[in-house]
């Protein structure tokens, strides 16, 4: 079952307005609604590339376990807290958090919580509800619970990705009102200007992002 959003984002811009004008250099109010709107288109380029949401929110997720498999890996990360787990239906009271690989998105080892549910080992569901992701420019922390399994541990987003994006932003915005596929314009007696235009319509990004993007792998990406 692919993961379920329990309690969405407040926002899935990963920079805020006053960063993007300080790093614009930009005064005034007069270009902000034009300045949110790359916000989110560079917000939105960045999540489809990498094929996950960004924002810290809660997500219930199941995940058949079959033969000698001993982990399993969750589809969003980094992991902020484990709400509860249920191992065949039955609750886990108890998770040992050396068994959890927060940035990578995985539980080590379900055995033992297997095994404390008194659940065979060659087929049963687990279902995981626990909140993932990262804390963006003006997001909340979520609560703590009472019941929660493990410690909340909020990871703010990385500078290189929203250098990456604040990068894409400054490109798209020069790249506005020129034709895409006229990349170099000169003038005689004057010299000549060359830029790179972006299309966020298929998802276009300062190469930077990608490459900051490209170091947020999960287990779930590369390991079964």
Known sequence: MPAVVTAPAETPALVSLDSVKAYLGIAGDDQDQTLSGLISSASASCISYLQRPL???EYRERIRIRGRMTAINLSSGPIATIRSMSVGGRAVTALDELSVDRENARIEDV???AAACRFPHHGYDVEVIYVAGFR???????EKGD???LPLV????PDDVAGGCLGT???LRCGQGRDPLLQTESVQGVGSTTWQTMDPS???LDPDAGAALDRLSLAADWMA
């Open 55 to 57: 924002a810290l929110q």
């Open 111 to 113: 055995l033992p919580a």
């Open 136 to 142: 963006l420019p003006g997001m909340t922390d979520p």
């Open 147 to 149: 019941a929660d399994l």
């Open 154 to 157: 909020v990871t703010p987003l």
């Open 169 to 171: 932003i400054q490109l």
């Open 202 to 204: 298929v998802g276009a």
